[in-house]
T-cell receptor, first 114, second 115 residues
């Protein structure tokens, strides 16, 4: 069975400072990993994905994540936070089980202070 | 390409009623999945359809059902609504089989309020 743990339910940063959102996963096989972002009253937007190619993955809006198999981690980072980054972020594992099934973390709410 | 569309965007129903939600996937995508999002339970998988067949189902009561049409559009139905069914219902489409098949692209959701 697969599982995802997002280590912080809420992260607050000042505008212009780095962002770090932490995610650990558990999976029986080599997983595909994703980060999605959800702005208030919106659907989920794909930020980036890891599918066993390069371990450092670049996404949209300056976000990137590094897959570390030894640590079973897939942390999301951004060098400089912008006000528009305030949203909820979900770390997701996808595995094949007759179809591609997503397991979601509980989400990290990012607040950006002006 | 147009993204995933869901209708209606907002819905208010009363307990005991039934509701049907609609989802149109990205053009060319044949896999459609449904998720329920609530503050208490987070995002939970409802079911997945491919080529008009349900391939997987989450742990929800039989009141929740779905179907997929030959054009890949999907509907989900909830009968005998309960207060706890109030949620954001998200539809996602995937390109299975094919490149990028592990990735699911989400629609804006349907916000259901049960009174």
């Amino acid at each position: 069975a697969q599982s995802v743990t997002q280590l912080d339910s809420h992260v607050s940063v000042s505008e212009g400072t780095p962002v770090l959102l932490r995610c650990n996963y558990s999976s029986s096989y080599s997983p595909s990993l994703f980060w999605y972002v959800q702005h208030p009253n919106k659907g989920l937007q794909l930020l980036l994905k890891y599918t066993s190619a390069a371990t450092l993955v670049k996404g949209i809006n300056g976000f990137e994540a590094e897959f570390k198999k030894s640590e079973t981690s897939f942390h999301l980072t951004k060098p400089s936070a912008h006000m528009s980054d305030a949203a909820e972020y979900f770390c997701v594992v996808s595995q094949w089980a007759g179809s591609y099934q997503l397991t979601f973390g509980k989400g990290t709410k990012l607040s950006v202070i002006p | 390409k147009a993204g995933v569309t869901q209708t209606p965007r907002y819905l208010i129903k009363t307990r005991g009623q039934q509701v049907t939600l609609s989802c149109s996937p990205i053009s060319g995508h044949r896999s459609v999945s449904w998720y329920q999002q609530t503050p208490g339970q987070g995002l939970q998988f409802l079911f997945e359809y491919f080529s008009e067949t349900q391939r997987n189902k989450g742990n929800f009561p039989g009141r929740f059902s779905g179907r997929q049409f030959s054009n890949s559009r999907s509907e989900m139905n909830v009968s005998t609504l309960e207060l706890g069914d109030s949620a954001l219902y998200l539809c996602a489409s995937g390109s299975f089989p094919g490149a990028d098949q592990e990735t699911q692209y989400f629609g804006p959701g349907t916000r259901l309020l049960v009174l």
